[in-house]
């Protein structure tokens, strides 16, 4: 697996100082309430469970699956929910976690789709923000890293479903492709 790895963008250790600090934002945003976590699978998972044992509070964790890539190296710009039943964040104030902020459609999609299941405030965060424009209006409350407009893997972040287990982010090969 790593053989395929063109070069590390954001190391492990660089990783895990930066939730630190996302944590200690996301506390101080949120109180004294019941964090309501919403993890959008399967990008985020790493991210999310690195990040959420950084917060000792009492909260509870959804999963949302949503599908944007289809297996390639960029968005098909069709943003699909893949789940029977959305998770119930009526009257709640919710946090959105994904990978990555590329074109802004997925997180777009999500916090409108949350909005109108009656959630009161959504803030969004990523591990990482593309250096693009965005296609949809969105903003992340919280981001981990600003990197180039380049296709990354690592740290959750696939290349047809694999990859997502390398400790941190870099990018692929060509002849990987
Ligand atoms: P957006 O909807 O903002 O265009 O894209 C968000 C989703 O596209 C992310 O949740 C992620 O799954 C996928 N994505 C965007 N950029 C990359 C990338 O560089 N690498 C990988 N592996 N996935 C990406
Ligand atoms: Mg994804």
């Not at 109180?31 to 990040?51: H, N, Y």
């Amino acid at each position: 697996m790593e053989k395929d790895v063109e070069r590390v963008l954001v190391d492990e250790e660089v990783i895990g100082k930066r939730l630190d600090g996302m944590a200690r934002e996301i506390r101080a945003d949120f109180p004294d309430e019941v964090i309501l976590v919403v993890v959008l699978l399967k990008g985020a998972l790493v991210f999310a469970s690195d990040l959420l044992r950084r917060i000792p509070r009492m909260l509870e964790i959804e999963c949302l699956n949503v599908a944007s890539y289809h297996g390639g190296t960029s968005s098909s710009g069709q943003v699909d929910f893949l789940d029977h039943k959305l998770p119930e964040v009526a009257g709640r104030r919710v946090l959105v976690l994904d990978d990555i902020l590329d074109t802004g459609r997925t997180l777009r999609a999500v916090v409108d789709r949350l909005l109108e299941e009656g959630a009161t405030e959504v803030k969004t965060g990523v591990l990482l923000a593309k250096d693009r424009e965005r296609e949809a209006e969105v903003e992340a409350h919280y981001v981990g890293f600003e990197i180039g407009d380049e296709f990354v893997i690592g740290y959750g972040l696939d290349y047809r479903g694999r990859y997502r287990n390398l400790p941190y982010v870099g990018t692929l090969k060509d002849e990987a492709r």
